[in-house]
Structure formats: C-alpha cells, structure tokens
C-alpha cells in the first residue's frame, strides 16, 4: 500500500476532504494527516507523498521536510525551490520569458533588519532616486510585500504622498512598488502538476465571501492563452500545486501572483464547484505521485551522494 501524507495548519475544509477522496478511490494508495514528532538523522518516514499546505508558518515543518525529500519521500511543493523563491524573482522569470508582467522594482526595506546598522548599508544608494522609480512604474501602483500573501500589507498608492505613507508602514518588510493593472477582466488559475489548470473568474473588488461571482465571462481564447501561461509558468518554477492571478488590460493578462505554494482551497472561500474541482484534481495527481513510488531529488549536488536505496523501511 502507497501511502500519501497530508501536512496542514489552520484550514477545515480540504485536508479531511483530501483524505477522503483518496481513500474511497481504493487505488492501492492511502492517505492520512502527517502524525511527526522531534526529526531524527536517522528518520525513516514512512510516506510516498507529502503534500505540504502549511511549511510557509512553519519552519519546523520546512526543515523536516527538506529531509524526507533527501530521503525519497515526494514533496508537494518541492521545499528546497520554496525556500530559496520570492516573489520578484518570479517576475523576473516570468518577464524574461517573455510573458506579460507589470512593470516592478525591488525595494530596500523601510527600516534595517534586525541586528544590523547603518554600517550594514554602505552599498546601498542614499536616498533612492524615487523619482525615477516613480517614473518607471507610474500611478496608480502597488506597493506589496516581495514574498508572503494573503493581501498582508499590500496597498493601492495613487500619487507620491500615498506612497511614502504605505511605505512608513512597512517596517523591514521587503517590497516591491508594481504598476497597477486597470483590469476589466481577473482570474485566478489553479495549477496542478504542471499539466491541470482550472480557471476561475476572480473579482478581487468585491467582499470576501462574493469574490469568485464575476461578471466578465471567459472568452475561449483567453482561456486557451492563461492555461499555456499557467503551465508555463508552473514548470519554470517547478510547482506542482500553485495558483496563478491574472489581471486583463486591454486583452492582455499580466501575471501578478505566482507564488502561491499552499493556495487558499476552502469550502467556504472557493465556492463548491471549484472545491470539487481542486479536490478531485489534486486527489488524481496525489495518487499518481504515489503509485511513481518514492524518489531521491536527481537535481542537487548532493544528489550524487546519495545514489542508495531510496527507502529502506518499505519492501
Ligand atoms: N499590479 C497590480 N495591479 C492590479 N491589482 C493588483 C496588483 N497587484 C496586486 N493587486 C491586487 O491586490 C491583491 C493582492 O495582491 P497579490 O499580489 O495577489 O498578493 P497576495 O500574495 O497577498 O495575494 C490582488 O489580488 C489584486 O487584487
Ligand atoms: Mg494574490
């Protein structure tokens, strides 16, 4: 028996959901939450799959996870890739690539990190020259964190004034100022396994509760061109569980979110034909993942190292 462990913090919905779904498909695969304790050298983790919903809040879990993955388990998202990508660097990826992305600037933080002083800086230019940053981006623009999610710090600025005042808040938050898109059309992209690509309608202007009701419908050729964006994207970064957000102007989506390793897949939040459909995609990845069996990343120079058995518990 293949065996899929889920890793999870505050959500309801998905994660009994998830095991649910895997169990009734009676594939020769099980699933069940990650039960783990203090993380020996000598760990055997008894997992094919780990999907990780929650190492973002959590780095005990990341740690761990780097050494089940050292030890043959898959890990959904890859925590090694996680670890090491921000936010800008997805744009610049993306941007090289040739793919739509607003125009962005990386930011020093607003106030010194932890234990350094103004000594720490003496290559940083001072001040910056706003103006050419303001320049380049223009107004309306955003002013959001280089990494993290879930709208935490992310402000709308429309002239120079908003600006310095949304920065004076940021404390030592890296950001990044983005040219805002005046979107007449928003999705939000599920992508699973770099070959799955569920689009759903975003209006990110409305409450909460009423964001997936959007009025602009999905012509068939933006939906054929956001699903070759997804699955691009997806796979230059390596992601097998992710959402991608687009914004439309003038015909054109620009890619503005891409870093979102554990998306949000509640009940409540994504309304139930979408749950279904992340449930039900994400069980038929999950179960192939594990039916491929354990497998030591092939891709790091440790990798030669390691050529042995990839698990020494299981038959
Ligand atoms: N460049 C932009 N143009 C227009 N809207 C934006 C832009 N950047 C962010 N937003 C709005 O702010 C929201 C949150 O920003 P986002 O980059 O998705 O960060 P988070 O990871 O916190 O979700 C987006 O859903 C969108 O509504
Ligand atoms: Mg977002």
């Known amino acids: 028996m293949k065996k899929i462990g889920l890793l ?67 890990i959904i998202n890859n925590p090694f890739w996680w670890s090491a990508d921000d936010k800008f660097f997805n744009y610049a990826i993306a941007h090289k690539a040739g793919i739509p992305v607003p125009k962005t600037v990386l930011l020093p933080s607003k106030e010194n990190p932890p234990d350094t002083t103004g000594e720490s800086f003496r290559n940083l230019m001072f001040p910056l020259n706003w103006q050419e940053i303001f320049d380049y981006v223009g107004f309306p623009s955003y002013l959001k964190p280089y990494d993290g999610g879930g709208w935490k710090h992310v402000y709308k600025v429309n002239n ?40 759903m309608p975003y209006e990110p202007r409305n409450p909460h509760h009423l964001r997936y009701q959007a009025d602009f419908t999905l012509s068939p050729a933006m939906e054929a061109t956001l699903k070759d964006l997804c699955l691009r994207i997806c796979t230059m970064l390596g992601y097998d569980f992710n959402t991608i957000e687009f914004a439309v102007r003038d015909g054109i989506p620009y890619a503005i979110d891409y870093l979102n390793c554990a998306p949000d897949a509640e009940r409540s939040s994504v309304q139930e034909e979408n749950f279904e459909w992340v449930l039900d ?19 790091y ?15």
């Open 281 to 299: 995609t994400t069980a038929t990845f999950l179960i192939d993942c594990a039916k491929q069996g354990r497998a030591i990343p092939q891709e």
């Open 8 to 74: 999870f913090g505050m959500e309801q919905t998905f994660p009994p959901a998830l095991v649910e779904a895997i169990n009734s498909r009676d594939q020769g695969v099980m699933a069940e939450f990650v039960k783990i304790g203090g993380i020996t050298l000598e760990q055997l983790f008894e997992y094919d799959v780990i999907l990780d919903r929650i190492s973002q809040d959590v780095p005990f879990y990341r740690a761990m996870l780097k050494v089940a993955a050292l030890n043959g388990v898959r």
């Open 160 to 199: 120079v004034d908003e600006f310095f005042a949304a920065y004076a808040e940021t404390s030592n938050i890296v950001m990044t100022l983005q040219e805002g898109i005046e979107f007449t059309e928003y999705y939000r992209c599920y992508c699973i396994g770099r070959k799955y690509v569920h689009i």
């Open 301 to 315: 120079s440790w990798s030669s190292l390691i050529k042995g058995p990839t698990n020494n518990k299981k038959k």
